[in-house]
Structure formats: structure tokens, C-alpha cells
């Protein structure tokens, strides 16, 4: 068993075994051609800074109006809004819900405006809704409480020795690494494999800490596995029992780079496996301020002497920090507390990870692809992102459309450059990713890029669905929602795609909690939202046109959302909510009268609830009939440990809410006083 993993990177000591003797002192001129290097990105990042949109709160913050909004669907929530100058519209700049507050760019704050109509005509039919389908509804939910409650592991889950087999965990390792190590990097990879093969064939007593780090990589690459998500349960508890590890009191005293790798691991799986903890937004704080105690806000430059290895590995470290944090506020709606001044740390260096360990390494031509072009590449947008986002939740959120227009130009410019950055790259690289990698890699970097661009225009589209002022925003928005729905629904097939011609993206939107499902049905309702804004501006006698691009949709996001629900998740939410929009789309189509529309809506909620009722059930006789646990092939399983609110993770970013039976969202049960909960 070897004893020093790759994931002891502290400082100049904790190396790779075979470079310790080999590793010499960086030269005074190579010190001194690092220090330029340095002081040109500083010089760079003030220049952008000063062309970057700067919101100056102003000596009085502008008072929002509050909306209050309570139905027996939606609950009651108070929405922040601002009237815009010689208009009659206004602009929602955030959400208070109890003790909860979100910022502009958390999707429903924009959203639940848009669909009070759906709303109130879905209300005005709930006795009769309710009672047609409120038992089958209540009949899922009980279903799902004792599946969950079947697969969740007792608390605390102390590691244990188990894995698959070698050959499953070989694959599941190359899962990992071929999807989230190649656009977060955490790990050093040759160091990494050398430990994990050492770990098979060591008659040793194993190293927990790496241990729990390989259950973290294990469960991560359980998402791209295989088009079932097989091996569910598995993940979900080798994530309680990285809980638990870490839970463990001495770990508060222990800040070493393990540590962040692993927290790193935990942070990612619990979020994409859907085991609980708290938002991502929350927990990639806490961690980021561990950084900073451990100095890695501070380039290694700065600091005493590590090698070139410990240099990069901390840059590293501290970029995927940077990104996680940034995206975390963007979906969270969260002030995202990061300057550009509080921290100096230059960007990764260009090597390949084999590099890391040779005698003075040289990084590659920016135009050489390396496993780490991706990363920096992305890095480059950072500040325009960071702009981004301060300017939707940071005090006061009262930023004008003109300086939304110009943040505009700056995102797209800086998207451009990181078009022509990667298109730039030499792919001929030894580890040159294979192609469905390298799409996988890019297409998530579009999602990113595109994410923070619709994010930015969304508090317009609302207000653009009435003021042709707007038109550009609300262009920007539908055409976002449509290349992100494309760049993971390329084809409109009814299956995730198999295990020939496997596509990560597909499967993780289908199987994961957080980012990757997040955008997808964002997508998808603010292209609903807006064909329903086409037929409602239709005034034709004739057969109503609209775009037939955005049509597609709709099937598609069904089909989809009925995957999930096939492949083992128990929250039939997204698929009852999408059957409901899509009657609502095609009563308009179909220039059906309200009462028509209505009893439509009714009839599409019977029918999510009749596709979905025997698939819970068999998924909840195949647990009774093993005794040990149910196979694997049956656990499909969301573990939610936040309350009842969970129920709707899959159309949340991060599970933010704890609200036991008083729910926020805007299609959730609410107090029904004289019928049974239809939610």
C-alpha cells in the first residue's frame, strides 16, 4: 500500500516519490522571467478591470417595490421589483421567501412572474383536478418517501473497505476523468493512478484518506457509467460515508491540499448524486476561506520556495475554487463575494500533468492543447463572468439596461476570444482527449458561457414580452435556451444514447442533480414561456405559425423528464409539470377556448400521474422482494435529507430551501383548505 497519495501536495516536501531526488531550485532567471510574468497579468487584470461595468451603489439604495403573491399552489412569496424608467413593467430583482433571499440571477425570481397566469388558471380548476388526480399524486408521493427511506444509509456511514470489482472501478475511473476532472481539475492524474494501483495490490491496511478520495472519484463517474445509472446506491453511499470521514472532528484542525481535493470530491458528488448537505453555494464559502488560511489566494511566487509541481498543483486547486464559487452564486443567486483584488494567484500553467513530475518542466505554447487548455481558456472569462454576477446580486441590483447592454459587449468579446483560443489549439498532444471527450469538454464550456449570457438578459425578458424596447434581451434569452438545449439534446432520440455511442453530457443531464439538469429545464420553460408570448400575440384568423425549432422542445423535455423517472428517480415533478406546459402550449395551438385549456391541464396531470404510478411501483416491489437491499438495477433513488421542499431539487439549483410543507416554488403544494393537496 503506499502511504503517500498524489493528493499531498502541501508544500516543497510532500512530492512524488520518483522526482524527490531529481527536483532542483528554480533559477534566479527563471525565478525573475516568473515574476514578469506575473506583473503582466496583474497589469492585464487592472487593465480589464477598468473597462469591465463597475456598479457604484449609490448613497441611498433605491426602494423596491414588494409583491406579495400567494396562491394554494405556489404558497406565498414576496418578489422584489423595480419599475422601469417611462414603462409600465418592472423588473424583479429578487425573491424573499421566510428567512430565504435570491438575488436576480436565481431563475425563478424572473420566472414566477411570467407564469401567474398558468397559475391562476390551474387554481380555478383545483377541486377538480384534485380530485381526479390528487390520490395518484398522493399515492407517488408515498412511494417515493419509502423507496428513499429503503436506500438511504444509516447515518453515520463509516468507510468500509468495499468496491466493485476491479474492472468496474477501472471504468468508472476513466468516467470521472473523461467528464469532471477534464473541466474541474483536482487531481494529479499520474500520481493519482500510481496510488489507486498500489491500493489493489497492497496487502496493507489501506490509507482511509485516499481511500475515501477513490469512493469520491467512484461515485462521480457512476453518472456516465452506463444509460441506466446502475449503480446509484452505491454512490449515494460511498458519498454519506465521505460525510462521515470528513464529519470527524480532527479534520477541522487539518488543512492540507488532501483535504481540499477530498472536500473538493465531496462538494461535487453530493451536489450531482442529489445525497444531501448544503447548497453548493454555502459550502464552496466555508472552503474557499480554507484556501485563503492555507495562502493559495497568494501566487507560490510569493510564498516559500515549492517546486514547480506544488506551484501548479495549487494553482490548480485555487482556479476550481474560483469556479465553483462563481458558478454556485450565479445559479444560487447569491452575492458571489470575490474581488478580483483579493487574490494574485496566476492562472495554471499549460503542462500536461506528466510534465509536473519531470526535472524543470517547461510549459506549452498557449496554442498546444494540454489537459489543462480547457481550464485556462475559461479562466480567461473569469473577470467578465465575475462582472456578471455582482452586477445581478451584489447591493443595490439596480443596474440600468444600458450598462446591461455593455456588460453584454464585454461577455461577448471575451466569448469570441475564447472561441478562437480553443479553435487556435494544436490537438496533436499525446494525450490528446478523444473526440467524444473533447465535445464533452466544449459543450460543457458553451453551457457556462451561455448560462451567464441568458442569466444576464433574463430580469429584461419579462418586461420584453410586453416593451419592444427589450426585443434584444429577449432574443438573447430564447436563443441561449435553444443552443443550451441543443448542446445536451442534440438529438431529439427517445433514449439516452447507448452504450455504443455513449454521450456523458446526456447522461448527466438525465442522471445528475444540479448544474447539468438545471440549465436543461431552464431551457425548456423559458422557451415555453415564450411560445406561449408567440400564440398570445398571434391575432390571425388562420392556423397559428410559430417557430417550429422551439416546438420540438416540448416533446423532447417530456420524453426527457420521463427518462429520469424511468432511470430510477422518485420525484415525478418534472414530468407532471412538463405535460401540464405542453397542454398549456398546444390549448393555444389548437385556439382551444379556457375552460377547454383547463380541463386539458387536468387530463395531462392524470396522465404524468398513470405513466409514472407503475414504474414507482415496481421500483418499490423490487426492494420488497430482495430483502438484502434490492439490486442495483432498482435503486433509483434521490436521497433528500432537507425536508420535503426537496421533492423539487430537480427544478432547483442547488435544494436551497428546508420548508418541510410550505413550499416556494411556483408549481408546489400549498394549504388547501377545502381539497386534497393536488402537489
Keep these: 500500500m503506499c502511504n503517500q497519495s498524489s493528493s499531498r501536495i502541501d508544500g516543497s516536501v510532500d512530492l512524488p516519490p520518483e522526482t524527490t531526488h531529481t527536483r532542483q531550485q528554480l533559477s534566479a532567471r527563471d525565478e525573475e522571467s516568473i515574476r514578469l510574468k506575473l506583473r503582466i497579468k496583474e497589469l492585464e487584470e487592472r487593465l480589464s478591470r477598468t473597462t469591465l461595468v463597475q456598479v457604484q451603489s449609490p448613497l441611498v439604495t433605491p426602494r423596491l417595490n414588494v409583491e406579495t403573491t400567494a396562491s394554494r399552489i405556489g404558497g406565498t412569496y414576496h418578489v422584489h421589483c423595480e419599475k422601469l424608467p417611462g414603462h409600465n413593467e418592472s423588473v424583479a430583482r429578487g425573491i424573499t421567501h421566510k428567512s430565504r433571499l435570491f438575488g436576480q440571477s436565481h431563475w425563478e425570481v424572473n420566472v414566477v412572474l411570467m407564469v401567474r397566469d398558468l397559475l391562476e388558471t390551474i387554481e380555478s380548476h383545483l377541486p377538480q383536478a384534485a380530485l381526479k388526480a390528487g390520490p395518484g399524486i398522493e399515492k407517488c408521493k408515498s412511494l417515493a418517501r419509502n423507496i428513499k427511506a429503503r436506500r438511504a444509509p444509516p447515518w453515520p456511514s463509516p468507510p468500509t473497505l468495499d468496491l466493485p470489482p476491479k474492472e468496474v472501478s477501472d471504468a468508472l475511473l476513466n468516467c470521472y476523468l473523461r467528464s469532471s476532472e477534464s473541466v474541474y481539475r483536482i487531481l494529479h492524474i499520474p500520481t493519482f493512478r500510481r496510488d489507486y494501483e498500489a491500493f489493489w495490490v497492497s496487502s496493507n491496511a489501506p490509507d482511509m484518506g485516499f481511500l475515501v478520495q477513490i469512493k469520491l472519484v467512484l461515485a462521480i463517474g457512476t453518472l456516465t457509467y452506463d444509460d441506466r445509472f446502475s449503480l446509484r446506491t452505491s454512490a449515494i453511499r460511498w458519498v454519506y460515508e465521505a460525510q462521515t470521514w470528513l464529519s470527524e472532528p480532527k479534520f477541522k484542525s487539518r488543512l492540507t491540499i488532501q483535504f481540499l481535493q477530498t472536500y473538493l470530491?465531496?462538494?461535487?458528488?453530493?451536489?450531482?448524486?442529489?445525497?444531501?448537505?448544503?447548497?453548493m453555494w454555502i459550502s464552496i464559502g466555508g472552503l474557499l476561506r480554507k484556501a485563503v488560511h492555507m495562502g493559495l489566494h497568494r501566487d507560490p511566487i510569493h510564498l516559500p520556495k515549492r517546486t514547480i509541481f506544488a506551484a501548479e498543483m495549487r494553482r490548480r486547486l485555487w482556479n476550481t475554487i474560483l469556479e465553483i464559487a462563481l458558478q454556485s452564486s450565479l445559479s444560487s443567486g447569491g452575492p458571489p463575494f470575490i474581488s478580483l483584488d483579493d487574490f494574485d494567484t496566476a492562472p495554471p500553467g499549460n503542462f500536461d500533468d506528466d510534465q509536473l513530475v519531470a526535472d524543470d518542466p517547461i510549459p506549452k505554447a498557449e496554442d498546444q492543447f494540454t489537459q489543462v487548455s480547457i481550464v485556462i481558456a475559461l479562466r480567461k472569462t473569469f473577470p467578465v463572468r465575475l462582472a456578471v454576477v455582482r452586477f445581478l446580486n451584489n447591493l443595490p441590483a439596480s443596474g440600468t439596461y444600458e450598462e446591461t447592454l455593455r456588460l453584454d459587449t464585454q461577455f461577448r468579446t471575451a466569448y469570441k476570444a475564447l472561441n478562437r483560443t480553443l479553435q487556435a489549439c494544436n490537438w496533436s498532444s499525446p494525450l490528446q482527449p478523444s473526440a467524444s471527450s473533447l465535445r464533452f469538454e466544449m459543450r460543457v464550456v458553451d453551457l457556462i458561457m451561455l448560462r451567464f449570457l441568458s442569466s444576464l438578459h433574463l430580469p429584461y425578458f419579462g418586461p420584453a414580452l410586453h416593451q419592444a424596447t427589450y426585443a434584444f434581451s429577449r432574443k438573447v434569452v430564447v436563443d441561449s435556451s435553444l443552443k443550451i438545449?441543443?448542446?445536451?439534446?442534440h438529438l431529439p432520440s427517445t433514449a439516452v444514447n447507448s452504450q455504443q455511442n455513449p454521450d456523458p453530457l446526456a447522461r448527466l443531464s438525465t442522471f445528475s442533480s444540479g448544474f447539468y439538469p438545471l440549465v436543461a429545464i431552464h431551457a425548456a420553460l423559458l422557451i415555453i414561456v415564450e411560445l406561449q408570448a408567440q400564440l398570445q400575440e398571434e391575432e390571425s384568423l388562420g392556423p397559428i405559425s410559430v417557430r417550429p425549432d422551439l416546438i420540438s422542445v416540448l416533446e423532447e423535455a417530456k420524453a426527457w423528464t420521463r427518462r429520469t423517472v424511468e432511470s430510477g428517480e422518485t420525484n415525478i415533478k418534472g414530468f407532471l409539470l412538463m405535460c401540464v406546459l405542453t397542454a398549456q402550449i398546444e390549448g393555444l395551438m389548437n385556439g382551444l377556448s379556457d375552460n377547454e385549456r383547463a380541463e386539458g391541464l387536468v387530463k395531462a396531470a392524470e396522465y404524468s400521474i398513470e405513466t409514472c404510478l407503475?414504474?414507482?411501483?415496481?421500483?418499490?416491489?423490487?426492494?420488497?422482494?430482495?430483502?438484502?437491499?434490492?439490486?442495483?438495477?432498482?435503486?433509483?433513488?434521490?436521497?433528500?435529507?432537507?425536508?420535503d421542499m426537496e421533492d423539487w431539487s430537480f427544478l432547483t439549483s442547488d435544494a436551497l430551501f428546508n420548508l418541510g410543507d410550505d413550499a416556494i416554488n411556483w408549481m408546489l403544494k400549498g394549504g388547501m383548505d377545502t381539497v386534497p393537496s393536488l402537489w
Design 265 to 279: 470530491l465531496l462538494l461535487i458528488a453530493q451536489e450531482q448524486i442529489g445525497a444531501g448537505g448544503d447548497s
Design 485 to 489: 438545449w441543443r448542446l445536451i439534446h
Design 614 to 643: 407503475p414504474v414507482l411501483e415496481e421500483m418499490a416491489a423490487a426492494l420488497r422482494r430482495d430483502t438484502g437491499g434490492g439490486g442495483e438495477e432498482q435503486q433509483g433513488l434521490q436521497i433528500d435529507t432537507l425536508g
